[in-house]
């Protein structure tokens, strides 16, 4: 595995949200290669921890890897995010400073991990974020196209990819795979691209709002958001920040209306737009032009 396999998103934007100081502690839900979790300990060192959590066994192995190298108090752990609570407990993580969420998948998902992220390469058609032979624990993509019903199909398709064509892709997909099971996918692709009139084609792939639906239910990615917010913010410290990168309008409208929910009670929100990458960001990498950023800190009691 390279040495750099993903681009921290909005990275200034965040460590001026978080504002890390030497000896704070701080959670990265959503390691993946480390680009933020390291930046974090170099503003927390030498006394700080970082605990960093990433589903992915194979990642969460060259970030432990790469904590020994760096001397660096990372702790590096394999789970869910959706279980922050639990794995802070268990680690004895306390006076948590400020929390990162970095959502949705990465460039290392879509160019190494062979899991069938994207449909730019014929890979099996997996879309769990775990490593390979971790995803016994729930559904890949090629079962549920293959296993799903069709009205099942066409409600994920637009519910989680927003495709008003999301029936009549669903009946192409049952149609297609009484033929033979699909597996991969440029198997899928092909198939959704059918279901596409020709005059919609334009510079978006037909198959990216499916593919985008698929990904999202395989990885319960809306219900975990939902589930792990109010876990954040009891776990946060007082005056601590969490920091909330999406990079869809299913994720951000969960974050607003989390955020709008609990203002004037627990959190107070400091983004009241959300920030976006600057233009030059958006050039150069292009998995953050999408990226929302929203902040919020927990409020400090008068006792």
Not at 32 to 51: E, S, Y
């Amino acid at each position: 595995m390279p040495d750099v396999i993903h681009t921290p998103v909005l990275l200034q934007e965040v460590l001026e949200a978080l504002n890390p100081k030497p000896g704070q502690c701080f959670i990265d839900a959503t390691a993946n290669g480390g680009g933020h979790t390291f930046a974090l300990w170099d503003r927390v060192k030498p006394n700080g921890m970082i605990l960093a959590i990433d589903k992915d066994h194979d990642l969460v192995e060259r970030l432990t890897r790469e904590a020994r190298e760096r001397k660096a108090n990372v702790i590096a752990v394999a789970g869910s995010y959706g279980d922050l609570a639990a794995i802070a407990s268990a680690y004895n993580v306390t006076n948590v400073a400020g929390i990162l969420f970095d959502l949705g998948y990465s460039s290392y998902h879509i160019d190494q991990s062979g899991r069938g992220f994207s449909f730019q390469k014929d890979e099996p058609l997996l879309m769990r974020y775990e490593s390979e032979g971790s995803t016994k624990g729930g559904m890949t993509a090629a079962e549920a196209v293959n296993q799903l019903s069709e009205e099942e199909l066409a409600d994920i398709i637009y519910q989680y990819g927003e495709d008003r064509l999301a029936r009549r892709i669903a009946s192409t997909i049952c149609v297609a795979r009484k033929r033979g099971r699909i597996l991969t996918t440029k198997q899928l692709a092909d198939i959704v691209a059918q279901a596409y009139p020709k005059r919609m084609f334009s510079r978006i792939n037909p198959a990216t709002k499916t593919f985008q639906a698929l990904r999202i239910f395989v990885n319960q990615e809306l219900a975990e958001l939902e589930r792990v917010l109010p876990q954040a913010r009891d776990i946060l410290a007082e005056d601590g920040v969490i920091a909330i990168i999406t990079f869809h309008s299913l994720e951000d409208r969960i974050v607003k209306r989390f955020f709008q929910s609990e203002k004037g009670n627990q959190l107070d929100i400091i983004t009241k737009k959300p920030i976006v990458p600057t233009p030059q960001e958006a050039h150069e990498n292009r998995r953050a032009r999408s990226a929302k950023l929203r902040v919020a800190v927990k409020k400090h009691t008068i006792q």
